[in-house]
């Protein structure tokens, strides 16, 4: 097998969030899927993913591993990992159709059935980041049927915050979503790395009555010493490293044991393939996995698979309330039950993307 080239497609989701997916063609007619990260701008990406996708003409998308050493992981930069993600997914999705066979079955098999989701309503708010605001949408996905629920309210705020007084905002969303949801709810808190230590030991003492389920990079990824002092004092549980890339970037992170819970993303760190692979090196010192991605139905099908097959696994991000239509994307259609995905069993990502729908939403793109 051999692939012939590669199509772009970008969609328009809200004023905030394109999305943009990346199909392999092969000359054995099966096509592979990825999604791109939408983070960094979309012009450098493309041309990036185009030089890319220009070397993989004539070479076997099955052979994993080789193509991964084709583009040197060690060399590559934000958007060039970007980019290499968004193949990765696409590849397996290749493999596990050439072979009839879901992906997950090809990462050693399912560990579960179905996969717990968080609903992240951050991308719900439409720039209203109340209390009242962030309430309702939380209260909606319960409704919804979500058990967990993550919002990142300190947004919009000063970085370097050293005290709970300068994130008194923050903290009053957060206690509004409590009041709203109730006990039995888990309440996830994503902090931005918009703390110094002292500062997120303050907002994690000023919040400790609300019982959260972890305390989302609280201060920024270089501040080793601050993340071991906040894991040490705050007495809640540590997740973070979403921009952390390859197995490399998490390395010091799992070394200095400075998480309770890795966050890789499959649209950043390299794919499927590396995901799986830091979720491995994280559980061998007893760090379980909760991959980011706050983005369209394939990142969610990918770290779906990824996790499915990762016996350390503890939650899965869900990007809540953006658009109406997300569901009727792919077909079959997303199907969310209860807060979790049941695990699919057909060949590959196991989804499609659904023409109308994407031509419904269609931008063009340079």
């Not at 990346?22 to 990036?48: C, F, M, Y």
């Not at 003409?57 to 970007?82: M, N, T, V, W, Y």
């Not at 808190?189 to 703390?195: K, M, N, Y």
Request: net charge negative; glycine share 8%; hydrophobic share 45%.
């Amino acid at each position: 097998m051999k692939i012939t080239g590669i199509e772009i497609e970008t969609i328009h989701v809200t004023e905030r969030v394109d999305w943009t997916f990346v199909h392999i063609n092969t000359d054995k007619g099966i096509r592979g899927l990825g999604e791109l990260n939408p983070s960094v701008r979309r012009a450098d990406e493309l041309g990036v993913l185009r030089q890319m996708g220009e070397t993989l003409i004539g070479r076997d998308p099955r052979q994993i591993e080789k193509l991964h050493a084709l583009f040197d992981p060690a060399s590559l930069d934000r958007i060039g990992f970007r980019a290499l993600s968004a193949l990765d997914q696409a590849f397996w999705d290749i493999l596990g159709k050439s072979l009839d066979a879901p992906v997950h079955a090809l990462l050693g098999g399912a560990c579960r059935d179905e996969i717990r989701l968080y609903a992240n309503i951050n991308r719900a708010t439409r720039g209203d980041r109340s209390p009242e605001a962030f309430a309702r949408n939380a209260t909606a996905a319960v409704s919804d049927g979500f058990d967990a629920i993550k919002l990142a309210p300190f947004d919009g705020l000063a970085r370097g915050i050293d005290k709970a007084e300068d994130a008194a905002d923050g903290i009053a969303c957060m206690q509004a979503v409590r009041q709203a949801i109730g006990p039995n709810v888990d309440l996830l808190i994503d902090c931005h790395s918009h703390f110094t230590a002292k500062g997120a030991l303050a907002v994690a003492k000023a919040l400790a009555d609300l019982d959260l389920f972890w305390f989302e990079e609280p201060v920024p990824d270089e501040d080793i010493a601050g993340y071991l002092e906040v894991k040490a004092k705050s007495g809640l549980p540590i997740a973070g490293g979403e921009s952390r890339m390859h197995r490399r970037g998490f390395w010091q992170a799992c070394n200095d044991n400075i998480l309770d819970i890795a966050m890789p993303d499959v649209t950043i760190v390299g794919g499927i393939c590396e995901l799986k692979k830091v979720a491995a090196m994280a559980e061998a010192r007893g760090i379980r996995t909760a991959p980011h991605g706050p983005f369209g139905p394939v990142t969610t099908a990918s770290s779906v698979h990824a996790m499915a097959a990762h016996p350390a696994f503890a939650i899965l991000e869900y990007a809540w309330g953006e658009v109406p239509w997300r569901p009727t994307l792919t077909l079959p259609n997303e199907k969310i039950s209860n807060g979790r995905i049941t695990l699919p069993q057909t060949p590959g990502l196991g989804i499609e993307l659904d023409e109308k729908i994407v031509a419904a939403h269609r931008i063009a793109i340079t």
